[in-house]
């Protein structure tokens, strides 16, 4: 095999199909990167019995073949490389890389004990890629990263005719998002649990490359994504996700209003002096809303922020990070509480205007701390 490629081309092309080689394989060979040169066309490919990827890029071809390398080194030395084209050729079991006066050589792997690739299955919808990028970075943050229990490190979506819905929770917050796409067939009713950390891997690399092509295997064990010709992918979590679309209270006598921007920054602060699982507390009052953490002898702080309030007063306490990371994934103007009474868990929307309705679309549950004369 022999073949030339631009410098930057290989290295972007490298880098993203190496990203899902496990870093302990179960077998040496699924450590490498396979790549095939055939008809003008460099195909790159990656496998861990769980999530692939392969895409292809344009190059010189002088001489068809194909070789299996590992794949994190080669992706470090077309990092380290100058800029200029890359020449590839093989000389029996080793593999050259030239570029300028810079030149390697690779041990090559047996290509013949490398599993095939599973098929990309037929394309179940198109959605548009930025929103989907948005909505999985919103939903993400409630997955738990405790893999003693990998169904709740997945994100469940709900496929239902032109909506999908993504779910996900860690057990002391939950996320849901909606978003539009179009099916391949109307009316389609269906669900799949992906891992969070394979989904925004997806959303990360695929989201920005306009349409995002979602295909569903018809025995529900495999989902795969396609954009700007590069597809992934993945085995579904298994198992049989909690119902959790119940904990959302079907009625909130209580809504708060506040600026988003001028929030984040108030817990920010005041979270500074609460110690490891010390809450921030936040009491609504008509106009204003007040923070404080830390108590006793210790370390305190408290700020006050104006807020509009419906109903009655409440104070409740939340955990800073899960409270934080919340607040950071909205992107409008102001959020909205609401609330039921102070024990129970809360929900924070979007809001655009300070006397406007919430927005829906995407809504973030936490359960309080509760406070002792609760």
């Known amino acids: 095999m022999k073949f030339r490629v631009e410098r930057d081309v290989l290295t972007e092309a490298v880098t993203w199909t190496a990203r899902s080689l496990s870093p302990r ?6 450590s490498g990167l396979l ?3 055939s008809e003008g066309t460099l195909s ?46 093989t000389d029996g079991s080793k593999v050259t890389l030239t570029c300028r006066s810079s030149r390697f050589n690779l041990a090559t792997m047996p290509e013949a004990d490398y599993p095939e690739l599973p098929a990309l299955p037929d394309v179940s919808g198109v959605v548009d890629g930025d929103a989907f990028a948005q909505a999985v970075s919103q939903v993400i943050i409630a997955a738990s990263r405790d893999d003693t229990l990998p169904i709740l490190t997945g994100v469940r979506m709900e496929f239902e005719d032109d909506l999908i819905t993504m779910l996900a929770t860690d057990r002391y917050r939950l996320a849901m998002r ?20 394979t989904l925004n891997e997806v959303a990360k690399s695929l989201g920005g490359a306009g349409d995002l092509n979602i295909a569903l295997s018809g ?31 079907d009625n909130t006598p209580i809504h708060a209003t506040v600026e988003t921007s001028t929030l984040v920054e108030a817990v920010r602060r005041v979270a500074l002096v609460a110690e490891r699982n010390t809450p921030v507390r936040l009491a609504f009052t008509n106009g204003q809303l007040s923070l404080d953490a830390g108590t006793g002898e210790d370390a305190q702080a408290s700020e006050a922020i104006d807020a509009t309030l419906t109903g009655e007063e409440i104070t409740v306490a939340f955990n800073p990070h ?7 994934a909205f992107d409008s103007k ?41």
């Not at 394989?25 to 699924?30: D, I, S, T």
């Not at 796409?181 to 389609?188: E, F, H, S």
């Not at 899960?322 to 950071?328: A, K, Q, W």
Request: one cysteine or more; glycine letters at 6%; hydrophobic letters at 40%.
């Open 25 to 30: 394989p179960p077998v040496p060979v699924l």
């Open 35 to 37: 790549l095939k040169a």
């Open 44 to 89: 790159l490919a990656s496998f861990d019995y769980e999530i692939s990827a392969r895409l292809e890029i344009p190059a010189d071809i002088a001489e068809e073949g194909t070789i299996l390398v590992s794949g994190r080194l080669l992706a470090d030395i077309c990092r380290s490389l100058p800029s200029a084209p890359v020449e590839v050729e």
């Open 178 to 197: 909606e978003v539009a796409w179009k099916p391949a067939t109307p009316g389609i009713s269906t669900s799949a649990l992906v891992k969070a950390k």
């Open 219 to 249: 025995n529900s064990e495999l989902i795969g994504f396609e954009s700007g010709g590069r597809r992934t992918t993945s085995l579904l979590v298994d198992g049989e996700y909690p119902k959790i679309r119940s904990l959302f209270p």
């Open 322 to 328: 899960y409270l934080s990371e919340g607040l950071n």
């Open 334 to 374: 102001y959020v909205r509480f609401s609330f039921t009474t102070p024990p129970k868990p809360a929900v924070v929307s979007a809001q655009e205007d300070i006397d406007g309705d919430d927005d829906d679309k995407y809504r973030y549950l936490l359960m309080p701390v509760r406070l002792p004369n609760q």
